[in-house]
């Protein structure tokens, strides 16, 4: 669960859907992208 994050990244939602130290949140979808696009190379470079 995100919000349980939320108290050490700033950036994740907490229960409410704010930030716990109010900056702007990201979005589920919008980590799991991030995350995709910068693992993908990595996978690349390990698979080879």
Do not use: C, I, N
Not at 3 to 25: D, F, I
Not at 29 to 42: A, G, K, T
């Amino acid at each position: 669960m995100l919000a349980r994050l939320a108290p050490e990244w700033a950036s994740l939602p907490t229960l409410e859907g704010v930030s716990h130290y109010g900056q702007p949140v990201k979005d589920r979808s919008e980590l799991q992208r991030f995350y995709q696009r910068e693992l993908d190379p990595l996978r690349r470079l390990t698979s080879a």
